[in-house]
């Protein structure tokens, strides 16, 4: 059998980092947001007397990375046979958009494709492997949920789903071509203040209660943050670069996503998108627009996606209405 699924990248609209836990990894309050660019992954899988797991990369992002065991989508791969006990001859393609280093999940998305697909092959219930997925990285998880938008809390895997119902802006995302090692990210990283901490997480249920009502972004635009902002863009000039020309643009809706090095903005026309796409566009970033990845619970509420273009920096999305 023979599964073709979309991995949708994602952003953070909001991260703060509220703690430290002893085994190393820090606590996070942060609210992603899905989004119509990604990579698009097929898996095919038979019962077999021994594993024999495969993998070929496509794309543009493919030469970069490496076709073997290490990777991601391997991994997830044998991660759901050990779990179920089973062995399979499992053949995967990816077709790599989504840059590595950049803060937008790619491959936490496809080990979560992977999953998913070998899920409906061999008729297992997804929910049994979310303990297993957040093994794999703690983004994982967020990807095996269809919603758009999720609150995440301890190391990210602590997921709630939140509804978006209203009308959504249009994403601009510039990727400097630098990728930003999220070690080296922490490892800068001083914590906040316990009333710093409370403050901004206030902050965050007052931006998710914005996106339940529907509010237009001019509402809640003022309520994005990253604390991680501060430990990557006085280190990194081509990250800092492209965030000072998004504000340059009277665009003040602008956020690094995760730990970088993505920049996006939000604006709220397809126009405002296109003008903002080439002002920024040179031989120095990869800069294109998009929409938020409305799920099949969105399309079930009369949000059906019209997007296109998915998966390739040049390719543009119709505005869900």
Not at 53 to 70: E, K, R
Request: net charge neutral; with cysteine.
């Amino acid at each position: 059998m023979k599964i073709t699924r979309f991995c949708p990248a994602k952003v953070n609209l909001f991260l703060e980092v509220t703690g430290k836990r002893p085994d190393g990894y820090h606590e996070l309050a942060t609210l992603f947001g899905k989004i119509n660019f990604g990579d698009t992954l097929t898996v095919e899988a038979v019962p077999a007397p021994q594993t024999d797991i495969s993998l070929t990369l496509t794309g543009p992002v493919a030469p970069l990375l490496q076709a073997d065991a290490s990777n991601l989508a391997c991994r997830a791969a044998r991660t759901f046979l050990e779990h179920f006990h089973l062995t399979a001859d499992v053949q995967i393609t990816l077709e790599k958009h989504t840059p590595t280093g950049a803060g937008l999940g790619g491959g936490s998305s496809d080990a979560a494709g992977v999953l998913l697909a070998l899920c409906e092959i061999f008729g297992k219930d997804k929910n049994e492997l979310l303990p297993a997925s957040a093994k794999l990285g703690a983004d994982v998880p967020l990807f095996m949920y269809e919603d758009t938008f999720l609150k995440g809390e301890g190391i990210g895997e602590k997921l709630t789903p939140v509804p978006a119902p209203g009308p959504l802006p249009w994403l601009v995302l510039a990727y400097p071509n630098t990728v930003v090692p999220t070690k080296g990210v922490f490892a800068r990283l001083r914590l906040p203040s316990a009333e710093a901490a409370l403050t901004n997480t206030s902050n965050l249920d007052k931006l998710i209660a914005y996106l339940r009502c529907a509010s237009p972004l001019a509402g809640w635009k003022h309520l994005l943050f990253n604390r991680l902002e501060e430990c990557v863009v006085p280190f990194t000039n081509s990250v800092r670069n492209v965030l000072l020309d998004l504000r340059k643009t009277n665009t003040d809706a602008v956020l690094m996503s995760g730990s970088g090095s993505t920049v996006f903005a939000l604006v709220e026309t397809e126009k405002d998108a296109k003008n903002l796409v080439s002002k920024l566009q040179n031989k120095e970033r990869i800069v294109f627009f998009t929409t938020f990845h409305r799920s099949l619970k969105d399309e079930n509420n009369g949000n059906k996606d019209t997007s296109y273009g998915r998966g390739s920096p040049q390719g543009v999305c119709k505005r869900n209405v």
